[in-house]
């Protein structure tokens, strides 16, 4: 499932995207403009991707790949997991590149927007 939005689109992560994904892992800075995953290679990158994806085709969870609006350059990702509350049918989260923060409020309007309509889910935990 792809969806395209004002400035974006996101589309099922795959190994394929390991590379520009990577770059992106590690432009998603902390509060004081640190790499949140200082260790991270682009190795562990690449079987994180390979574990969502799989996760995604036993449908147990899924998770995006936020691209720039011609597909070329991840800006971040969006996770779809089960909560372990009962009261929420799914947990929702995302992060953006560093350089995509000051669109944060479009974009979660445009998600929740596509989720409410497409998605089959009554109870959604943003975290």
Known sequence: ???????????????DDNENDY??????????GNPKYPNH??????????YHQKEMQKKASFTYS???SDDRTCIGCLYIYPCDNSDYDVEISF???SS???TLNRFTQEIQTWI????PFKNVKYA
């Open 41 to 50: 290679t682009l190795k562990q990158n690449l079987i994180d991707l390979g």
């Open 95 to 97: 992060w953006l590149r």
């Open 66 to 68: 936020i691209r720039d």
């Open 100 to 102: 995509y923060v000051n």
């Open 116 to 119: 409410a309509s497409v998605w």
């Open 1 to 15: 499932m792809v969806f395209e939005g004002s400035f974006f689109l996101i589309r099922p992560i795959t190994i």
């Open 23 to 32: 770059f992106a892992v590690m432009d998603n800075l902390d509060g004081n």
